[in-house]
Nanobody, 127 residues
């Protein structure tokens, strides 16, 4: 079992930045590849960024590439999502999730494949 707790969400103006954090407790953090997802009202949950268990490999969809950066600190059991140049359409609940498949190619990470989820943190971007 892994418990995930996100923080760092809030209200930000368009063009601003936020850094989200996700702290994991329970089983060894390095057993998991990690992903950040978001879900806006009326939309499906989507993958924003993924990182391998070691932190060496990352993946971003084109929609956020160049604006979002994922990183992890295994000593602190924490994964981060640095977001910049935020837009009103980035408004959503942001979730971190863990995938126990150590061999996963992070570019293939999916919502359905994740084993554990946090409860999410709300990001609101005002225009």
């Amino acid at each position: 079992q892994v418990q995930l707790v996100e923080s760092g969400g809030g209200l930000v103006q368009a063009g601003g930045s936020l850094r989200l954090s996700c702290v994991a407790s329970g089983r060894s953090f390095t057993r998991y590849a990690m992903g950040w997802f978001r879900q806006a009202p009326g939309k499906e949950r989507e993958l924003l960024a993924a990182v391998s268990w070691s932190g060496d490999v990352t993946y971003y969809p084109d929609s956020v590439k160049g604006r979002f950066t994922i990183s992890r600190d295994n000593a602190k059991n924490t994964v981060y999502l640095q977001m910049s140049s935020l837009k009103p359409e980035d408004t959503a609940v942001y979730y971190c999730a863990a995938d126990s498949n150590l061999n996963i190619r992070v570019a293939t990470m999916t919502t359905q494949g994740m084993d554990y989820w946090g409860k999410g943190t709300l990001v609101t971007v005002s225009s």
